[in-house]
T-cell receptor
Framework: NAGVTQTPKFQVLKTGQSMTLQCAQD?????MYWYRQDPGMGLRLIYY???????DKGEVPNGYNVSRLNKREFSLRLESAAPSQTSVYFC???????????FGPGTRLLVL | RKEVEQDPGPFNVPEGATVAFNCTYS??????FFWYRQDCRKEPKLLMS???SGNEDGRFTAQLNRASQYISLLIRDSKLSDSATYLC????????????FGKGTKLSVKP
């Protein structure tokens, strides 16, 4: 039982390049989330998906797009990376009980 | 505005010490509260929920004071393995997107 997996673990991009961060969960959860974590800022929600086929903006959605491909997978796309998007990105999924979220190991992204 | 405020620390304590963290929240509409633990360069993991009556899980005790809008986490008999950052989290109801994370309090337990 892998829980929540994320790929890649690390990535270096140049400004303007695009990339997709992949996330998958095997816990049959309906809800999935993308967060970014920056020093001194804590975890901030980028996008979330309450169920397959639905997505909603979080606190900091600008510069990102998401796709809920199926119940297991939720991807985050940076169309034109900017240095301000240098961060650690976490994917999470949750049970119906509020507050119980399971996080993936994170993707460390550096945009030069 | 919905905010969760924590003292960033670091709290440096010797093994065996008792340490307490407080967290305040700004919006009284918050319904539920949680403590997450995050080890260095790792993902956050749920430590425990916080109930109005207070709850205990081994060496960890969480309490909620709705009148004063603060949550506390008490760790007794600290272990080296307790060294981590502790995140206070508030849930405001509605969709699952309504979780607000504090910035975390860093604990370092020394031998």
């Amino acid at each position: 039982n892998a829980g929540v997996t994320q790929t890649p673990k690390f990535q270096v991009l140049k400004t303007g390049q695009s990339m997709t961060l992949q996330c998958a969960q095997d816990m049959n959860h309906n809800s999935m989330y993308w967060y970014r974590q920056d020093p001194g800022m804590g975890l901030r929600l980028i996008y979330y998906s309450a169920s397959e086929g639905t997505t909603d903006k979080g606190e900091v959605p600008n510069g990102y797009n998401v796709s809920r491909l199926n119940k297991r997978e939720f991807s985050l796309r940076l169309e034109s990376a900017a240095p301000s998007q240098t961060s650690v990105y976490f994917c999470a999924s949750s049970e119906p009980a509020p507050g119980t979220q399971y996080f993936g190991p994170g993707t460390r992204l550096l945009v030069l | 505005r919905k905010e969760v405020e924590q003292d960033p620390g670091p709290f440096n304590v010797p093994e065996g010490a008792t340490v307490a963290f407080n967290c305040t929240y700004s919006n009284s509409a918050s319904q539920s509260f949680f403590w997450y633990r995050q080890d260095c360069r790792k993902e956050p993991k749920l430590l425990m929920s916080v109930y109005s009556s207070g709850n205990e899980d081994g060496r960890f005790t969480a309490q909620l004071n709705r009148a004063s809008q603060y949550i506390s986490l008490l760790i007794r008999d600290s272990k080296l393995s307790d060294s981590a950052t502790y995140l206070c989290v508030a849930y405001y109801g509605g969709s699952q997107g309504n979780l607000i994370f504090g910035k975390g309090t860093k604990l370092s337990v020394k031998p």
